[in-house]
């Protein structure tokens, strides 16, 4: 008898119709005997009706109240769920945050996880239920609400498999699984089996949004068995999983791209030490990321300095250098907001040199120019203008033959 | 400086607009300086909504699952509240049923109060804060989400006012408060300034709508002054308080109507012991609620057997009737859907015979017949045809000087 738990977001239960399938599917896997923890979101449409609700009433809602309004919507969508397995002839039983009780610590509205008590779970399952529970949602040690931000459900989930130490955390989403790469603009693009958790974080942060990356983390570090998988079909999606187990690493795993990111480069900078600091430490202070920094050879002690930020942080960050440019004698501030990174991932890059080269190559042969370059021990990145995007991706992927499993990794490379 | 408990219904916060008024008028309360806690339902439309998810989903829904729903109606106005307070520049905090806690046994769907802790509430009044509580909902000792039914948030109110020892509980509604009589029905209908528990008791039952009668109940258990009263206005309302504390009693208060009931006559039924239970029984099995009974004077041991039911319940009844007139070789069950109870309410009536021969005597002025008279200690209630409901209100209304202010009462009722 395996424990397995399951997440279905927003679109999985989005009206009562796809509430009962979801659970006469759950339904089924109990049948076959396992036990089942069922972590779900607010049906889609809810989360944005609330917050319109809020925005009206007060500019920027206060933190604890946005999370005692929005924890409602998964409390909707379990007790529905508990519901719809009772008229299927089962028993479930529903439970929040708090009545798990899922402990957070008390930063409202992205609230981390301090510890899980299974036991009011484990009771339940052994009494033969299918225990469901609220996403997005934790308690206070003082017993107010939280909720754990963006892709919050599908760090319940991750989380509590690994407090009940599951067999497996299932996603359920509405595509079929992690692809080499957007299968939008590459019709090539395949269907991963197998990957890796370091292989799968780099996808995430890079863009992939089939997964949030805080809980792609927490699988990793508890070791839990995640399987990304459709709602709408029985076919076996990607198992993300530990990087000893998969059998045959491919050199390259996918191919991602990011158009959110714009690039700015402060020229003529006077290159001295703590000169970094006075250029991005305004910048962090105005709660702007900042993604790629590269700073050029310099020669005569001046230098460029060149970094990405969010496009939609583009214009306050303009702003805010023009100002600093000033102060420490820089002599103009450029942006540029149409362009992308692309980006190639795999573990395979660890113990084969030459990837980035290859990757410059096939670059190089369709005429792209490249503008900035970092890598990580998995993946490299590379900024390229917005317009090549497409042709970008495919040319690697063909050249990657990324639509052919398990390709042998060869010395040539 | 005061600590008033106020309640405001679906209506009143059935929009963020009017979620907006609600604070301004609650911070001008404490601005006085109040202490001030609010209850609150679920906007409007709201509840009903919730229940239609749950009846596509489970023919009769589950009802701890029910309750861990609908509880969620009143955690999204509690929220939005909150922050229109904190918008407008003062400070609140919303609590939930079990944050406060209001304990309550396990009867979901219509649970009952135990106990309310007022720890949290007091400590967040005392650091100046608008403390506002989710109506309608409780808490089990396992933990679990109750609601408390039909006005349930009424109850909240008066419960917390009770625990709290608060100045005053003030419940806005979209009425200026509790009149003589139905204004739709008879323009001369007069707010009433003040009423004791036990005449708003039966006006509640009687079907005067403005107040649940558990409510009114609790409030008279505790002594707590209930102030019913526009949202839509600064008017006073209508005060329930202690009888004794009423100046001037009227001889009668108010006057009522029902047009729910339906009555079923069973005919010349064997007089002999416990056949009043073989009637009654099959009814009460089958969750039928009776309100008057009627048994005429028996000649020749056959009795006629007369009472009222909902019509709601009225089809099912006359079936399980007929089925017990077979049994009992009674002679015939006989019904009548268009009925109206008509009702008189008084505490002069304590100490003044004659009101139930006025009232008598004023319906014969008018030509209407009367089929059924119950009494209790400050009401009288008769049946007439329905068509006749206008008409005997008005009559009784000006019969006996309702729209006056302090009638006197003199001997000569």
Redesign the interface.
């Known amino acids: 008898m395996a424990l397995i738990v399951q997440k279905f977001g927003g679109t999985s239960v989005g009206s009562?119709?796809k509430?009962?399938a979801v659970a006469r599917r759950v339904l089924g896997y109990q049948q076959q005997g396992n036990q089942m923890v069922i972590v779900l979101s607010a049906m889609s449409g809810e989360t944005d009706r609330?917050t319109d609700?809020?925005q009206?009433?007060?500019?920027i809602?206060?933190r604890?109240?946005?999370d005692?309004?929005l924890?409602?919507g998964e409390?909707?969508t379990?007790?529905?769920f508990?519901?719809?397995v009772?008229?299927a002839g089962s028993d479930a039983?529903?439970l929040?945050g708090?009545?798990v009780a899922i402990r957070t610590d008390d930063m409202h509205t992205k609230a981390r996880i301090k510890s899980i008590d299974t036991a009011e779970i484990k009771k339940n399952l052994d009494a033969g239920k299918i225990v469901t529970i609220a996403g997005f949602q934790g308690v206070t040690e003082k017993?107010?609400?939280t909720t754990l931000g963006r892709g919050g459900s599908d760090t319940t989930a991750v989380a509590l498999a690994a407090a009940l130490k599951a067999d497996a955390c299932e996603i359920f989403t509405d595509v079929e699984g992690v692809y080499t790469t957007d299968p939008n603009i590459c019709v090539k693009a395949r269907k991963i089996d197998c990957i890796s958790y370091d292989e799968m974080l780099e996808l995430a942060s890079l863009g992939a949004k089939v997964l949030d990356i805080r809980s792609v983390g927490l699988a990793k570090r508890y070791r839990v068995p995640l399987h990304v998988r459709s709602t709408f079909t029985e076919n076996e999606g990607t198992w993300v999983i530990e990087e000893d187990k998969i059998m045959e690493s491919m050199l390259v795993s996918g191919v991602t791209y990011n158009k959110n990111e714009a690039r700015i480069t402060i020229k003529h900078v006077p290159d001295q030490p703590g000169i970094a600091a006075k250029i991005f430490l305004p910048i962090s202070d105005a709660g702007i990321l900042v993604d790629m920094i590269i700073q050029n050879t310099s020669d005569s002690h001046l230098t460029d300095m060149t970094f990405t930020v969010m496009r939609s942080d583009y214009a306050r960050a303009m702003e805010i250098l023009k100002n600093v440019a000033r102060e420490i004698g820089a002599k103009s501030v450029h942006g540029d907001q149409d362009i992308a990174k692309i980006s190639i991932v795999g573990v395979g890059m660890r113990n084969h040199s030459g990837i980035a080269s290859t990757m410059f190559q096939i670059l190089a042969n369709e005429g792209i120019n490249m503008e900035m370059v970092s890598t990580s021990e998995i993946k490299v990145s590379c900024v390229v203008a917005e317009k090549y995007t497409e042709l970008a991706v495919r040319a690697l992927h063909d050249a990657f033959v990324l639509d052919k499993e398990n390709m042998p990794i060869e010395e040539e490379f």
């Open positions: 009562t119709e509430i009962k609330l609700f809020a009206d009433i007060q500019k809602p206060n604890r109240e946005m005692m309004l924890s409602t409390q909707v379990i007790a529905l508990a519901m719809a009772k008229e039983v529903s929040l708090d009545q017993g107010d609400i």
